[in-house]
């Protein structure tokens, strides 16, 4: 080389940058309005007591106060358990039907579309009649129970509340699925055909070949997955509002996470902090730790998902 | 130096962007700031529209409060009255916040009355209510009571309710209702039907805390429990008639075995349809509101029932005849348009009788003032002259106001829940920790 450069005069720079500026203007107008704006806002009441009209400084009382708030640590637990169990229940269950419905000669059209009605079911509904169907005495009990086996009563009990919205998770998964059975799809068959050929079976296929080929659709998937886990909301208020059978009435309470706190999830304290009890500076705190969770768990799982594609070879 | 003036500028605005969102705007002057108009003829008010926003939505009550608001355009002819129906809490905070405030705005609850009041969302009333030399003694102390916060009336009570026990005739075999809480033991086993396995096939009444009414606010009255300390801080742990209400509820749990009656409650269905169990016999008494009479009328037209006061603690028979209220109210917001008009308005529907005998005999909850409780023209039979009486109790208490009503409540609700269930090991740990709780959030709340 030469070593000549052709760096482009300053005014030129300057009306590029312009020009560039202009171009990103409806980028940078929503990222300021909904984004940079919102965070601004979240950190400064965090530092405040306020009740949505009243505004006073009150340091970081709001954060020594989620230290000692037991509630707060319940519902982190219980959002942490939604994001390693719900998840990857959700996403291997996904894979699964998504696998099997490419393997499916026949009625594969009726199979997909009956998986993917159920998301298709307004939440509020979906979850009433879960909740319903999975009543102590409802028919999935009664199934259950002609093996002989005990039932539990999925949203009456601390221990089984949990695991009884994973399933909800599960029969919502038609969107999940329908991008697996995309990516599967598209993962060309000779590759298949010359591991076959070279004697590989049918596991050693799915791990060297599929997954790989898959990774940015499972990616993409699981991070999607914890972000929505971590903002867990309507099907937990919901389904606790119906098994504990609460009312309206005046002088009635409900108490969110029945039974027993166990399915209290993060968003639900913030949103009661919030708008019940007209602690917005302290869920502002709560809203700053979701924010960050979030953050975390998605660098996390890019990180984890690039260092596996490029074990494997892939190209995610 | 210029490179920074970009940045200042934006943090700048972003700290008046801030701070600017923190409050409501003004839209009119505030309530009694102004003369007063000479009497409260029709002619002094200048022609406007009012808007009301209210939480009614079923069609027979959007019709009683259009029929309760007649009477008021009659009055002012010149002011017409825009009712809307099916309005929440949470949106009349909204509105207020954004500048977008109705004239008038109603509440089912009295969650949130402290706080409104507190931080001025509805106007101050007192100076007007003296103005206009409106006498508060005709309301009982407990309307009066959950209807302001810390000196500020912001709210009137529109229409009330009343708790006590309702009771199937039929299940109670000749037994009268009991009066105290022993002889609510005593009946409650005596008329509990079980199948062989020891399954319950019919409650006599059901303890629990969380069926359906028995939550803790309705039941504090059974024993004259207490809420807040004169400092606002919880009395719930060093109140010893909740240690004794808890303890008698918590044997009658036991005997029924927590797990039965639990099983048993949670077959019972939804408390908002036409299979409640108090219809179709599973249960003998339960815990309920005047309203139910109105929905036996319509929905088991042919229960034979009867209703009492709710029994009380055996060493407390001056509590007998008096219970739970709270009830909808109405006020002012900040921001109202015509304050003044808005002002007569409420006065008109929270004081006249006619207005307030209209909305009762439509929606069949209790008016609140003497004059319309005692009126030929409210119609009561005996099962609804239980609550009027109830509600017209010396004793008759409600929750006090408090900035953190909800969370107090939901904070004692948990704990009861978890109380009769047996995982609390002792009582006046577990009481001190509500009290901790309540007590955190209170001076988070500015106390």
Do not use: C, H, M
């Given at each position: 080389m030469s070593g000549v450069t052709h760096a482009a005069p300053p005014r030129w720079r300057r009306g590029e940058g312009r020009k560039a500026l202009l171009w990103m203007s409806p980028w940078l107008v929503g990222f300021a309005v909904f984004f940079a704006y919102p965070l601004a806002a979240t950190v400064y009441f965090s530092f405040h007591r306020y009740d949505l009209f009243t505004l006073e400084f009150i340091g970081l009382d709001n954060y020594r106060y989620f230290l000692h708030d037991d509630r707060a640590w319940v519902s982190i637990k219980n959002t942490l358990w939604l994001v390693v169990f719900m998840v990857p229940a959700q996403v291997l269950f996904g894979l699964a039907v998504a696998q099997l419905l490419t393997r499916l000669k026949a009625g594969s059209g009726f199979f997909r579309t009956v998986f993917y009605?159920?998301?298709?079911?307004p939440l509020v509904a979906g979850t009433v009649s879960f909740v319903f169907l999975m009543n102590p005495s409802g028919p999935l009990n009664q199934i259950i129970e002609l093996f002989g086996i005990t039932a539990p009563d999925w949203f009456g009990d601390k221990d089984w509340a949990k695991p009884g919205l994973t399933l909800l998770a599960m029969w919502g998964i038609g969107n999940t699925m329908m991008i697996f059975l995309a990516a599967l799809l598209d993962v060309p068959k000779h590759l298949y055909e010359a591991a076959a050929i070279d004697g590989a079976g049918g596991w050693r296929q799915f791990r060297s070949i599929t997954l790989p080929m898959i990774s940015p659709v499972l990616m993409f998937s699981t991070v999607t997955g914890v972000i929505y886990a971590l903002q867990y909301f309507t099907q937990a208020m919901i389904a606790s509002r119906v098994a504990a059978g609460v009312t309206d009435s005046p002088g009635s309470s409900f108490v969110p996470g029945y039974p027993e706190l166990s399915t209290l999830t993060l968003p639900q304290w913030l949103f009661h902090a919030g708008f019940?009890?007209?602690s917005m500076g302290y869920a502002c705190v709560l809203a700053l730790l979701l924010f960050a969770a979030s953050v975390i768990f998605t660098l996390v799982l890019i990180r984890r998902f690039r260092t596996f594609a490029d074990g494997q070879g892939g190209n995610p | 130096m210029h490179r920074r003036l970009p940045i200042l500028a934006a943090a700048a605005l972003t700290a008046a962007a801030l701070t600017a969102c923190t409050a409501g705007k003004?839209?009119?002057?505030?309530?009694?700031?102004?003369p007063r108009p000479s009497g409260s003829a029709s002619a002094t008010l200048p022609a406007t529209t009012l808007e009301l926003w209210h939480g009614f939505s079923a069609p027979a009550e959007v019709k009683a409060f259009e029929d309760a608001v007649a009477g008021f355009r009659q009055k002012f002819p010149q002011i017409t009255v825009k009712l809307v129906k099916g309005v929440q809490d949470d949106q009349i905070t909204q509105a207020v916040r954004g500048g977008k405030a109705p004239d008038v705005a109603s509440s089912f609850?009295?969650?949130?009355v402290a706080q409104w009041c507190r931080s001025g969302t509805f106007q101050d009333l007192t100076p007007v209510i003296r103005q206009d030399g409106i006498d508060l003694s005709v309301l009982p102390e407990a309307s009066r009571a959950y209807t302001e916060f810390e000196g500020r009336r912001c709210v009137m009570p529109l229409l009330a309710d009343a708790y006590g026990l309702y009771y199937n005739k039929a299940l109670m075999k000749g037994n009268a209702p009991p009066k105290t809480l022993s002889e609510l033991t005593e009946l409650a086993k005596k008329l509990t039907v079980r199948d062989?396995?020891?399954?319950?096939?019919?409650?006599?009444?059901?303890?629990?805390?969380?069926?359906?009414?028995?939550v803790a606010s309705h039941v504090a009255p059974m024993v004259d429990a207490k809420w807040y300390n004169p400092d606002g801080t919880s009395a719930i742990g060093s109140d010893p008639a909740w240690k004794r209400l808890l303890r008698w509820q918590k044997e009658l749990v036991d005997w029924y075995g927590y797990d039965k009656l639990d099983r048993f409650r949670k077959s019972l269905?939804?408390?908002?349809?036409?299979?409640h169990p108090f219809y179709k016999g599973k249960v003998a008494m339960v815990l309920d509101g005047e309203w139910r009479n109105a929905m036996i009328a319509s929905e088991a037209g042919n229960l034979d029932y009867g209703t009492a006061p709710l029994p009380v603690a055996d060493d407390r028979p001056d509590l007998y005849g008096s219970g739970f209220t709270a009830g909808t109210v109405i006020g002012v917001p900040k921001g109202a348009k015509n304050p003044q008009a808005a002002w007569e308005l409420v006065k008109y529907l929270t004081t006249d009788t006619s207005a307030l005998v209209t909305l009762s005999n439509a929606l069949r909850n209790v008016p609140t003032t003497k004059a319309s409780l005692e009126s030929p023209d409210l119609k009561k039979d005996d099962n609804f002259q239980t609550f009027i009486d109830v509600f017209a109790h010396p004793k008759t208490s409600t929750v006090p106001s408090s900035v953190n009503s909800v969370f107090n409540q939901e904070a004692m609700q948990e704990f009861l829940a978890r109380w009769e269930m047996g995982s609390i090991e002792d009582l006046d740990t577990g009481l001190a920790e509500v009290d901790k709780r309540i007590n955190d959030k209170l001076k988070l709340s500015g106390g």
């Open positions: 009605l159920p998301s298709l079911v019940r009890d007209f | 003004e839209g009119a002057p505030a309530l009694g700031a102004q609850t009295t969650d949130n062989a396995d020891g399954t319950i096939k019919v409650a006599g009444f059901i303890p629990s805390f969380q069926y359906y009414e028995n269905g939804q408390e908002w349809s036409a299979d």
